[in-house]
């Protein structure tokens, strides 16, 4: 873990992360150089959002970033009006969740406030010129129907990407600033993930976490020091290489350096 200059987590639930303890959430990361964005999807968690990560960077290695997004689970389409609002005072850098979840029958139900929370999100993203954090789930067809839009925001960060290395590069010729990001389905062997980090362009792959979500079995919650976990399953994938000798810590470095200028392209971070 050390080996890595920079560890940048693009995506994870910072108010969720606390609810058991924060700083059991966090240990380990304290002395590293840690960049993060994170989510919520309700008024009252930004709010204890907000606070954590003015907490957390108090510390001088720890720099995490607000967003706030109307997730297509529970598309609160009434929060645009706040979400705008904290756009205006410059309290988030990006908007996300944001997207579409056709998991189940009961989120397909939901269709028409995924829709409208969606357009409300892009024309959002482009007009303050934010990041966009998307959720999707079996609606990879709305992206690229809606492959224009999406061309007019700065950048769109893919959380836990599910398509193909061709999806993605479909995606990327068709002038959307996209960057994919993965995470612990690479450790539960998922092959679309893996192709992925093996053949992307470098260029446009991000690392996350999702925490506390999208735990290994066994485990209650995934923590925030879990983007260690990541790095090193994503550098053995694309590197074939799990040695820890001298050569291996400066590509791991290189890795890590290459991830966080991603990172900073990606969020529009100096």
């Known amino acids: 873990m050390l080996a890595f200059s920079v560890l940048t ?39 204890k959002q907000e606070a954590l990560s003015a907490k957390l960077n108090e510390n001088e290695n720890t720099h995490v970033f607000c967003a706030f ?17 904290l756009l205006k005072e410059r309290r988030i850098g990006a908007i996300g969740e ?26 959002l993203a482009s007009v303050y010129g934010v990041p ?38 479909s995606l990327l010729k068709r002038g959307v600033n996209a960057y994919f990001s993965f995470g612990n389905p690479l450790t539960f062997g998922d092959k679309s993930a893996i192709g992925c980090v093996q053949k992307l362009d470098v260029g446009h792959i991000l690392m996350e976490t999702d925490a506390p979500y999208q735990t290994m079995r066994g485990e209650a919650e995934t923590k925030m020091s879990a983007i260690a976990r990541v790095y090193e399953t994503a550098f053995a994938i694309r590197y074939e290489e799990q040695t820890d ?16 200028n991603n990172f900073k392209s990606a969020y529009g971070i100096a």
Not at 73 to 84: D, I, K, S
Not at 132 to 145: I, Q
């Open 9 to 47: 987590d693009a995506h994870f639930h910072l108010a969720c992360c606390a609810e058991n303890s924060l700083e059991d959430s966090f240990r380990g990361l304290e002395s590293l150089s840690y960049y993060g964005v994170s989510c919520a999807h309700d008024r009252d968690e930004f709010i």
């Open 245 to 260: 000798d001298g050569f291996a810590s400066e590509k791991k470095r290189a890795f890590s350096d290459t991830i966080f």
């Open 132 to 169: 966009l954090v998307v959720h999707c789930r079996k609606a990879l067809d709305k992206m690229f129907r809606d492959s224009k839009a999406l061309s007019k925001i700065p950048a769109v960060v893919f959380h836990s990407f599910t398509g193909s290395v061709q999806d993605a590069s």
């Open 69 to 85: 997004g109307m997730h297509p689970q529970l598309p609160l389409v009434e929060n645009a009006g706040f979400m705008e609002t």
């Open 98 to 123: 944001a997207g579409f979840d056709l998991f189940t029958k009961e989120f397909k139900a939901d269709i028409a406030r995924q829709e409208e929370a969606w357009r409300i999100s892009c024309e």
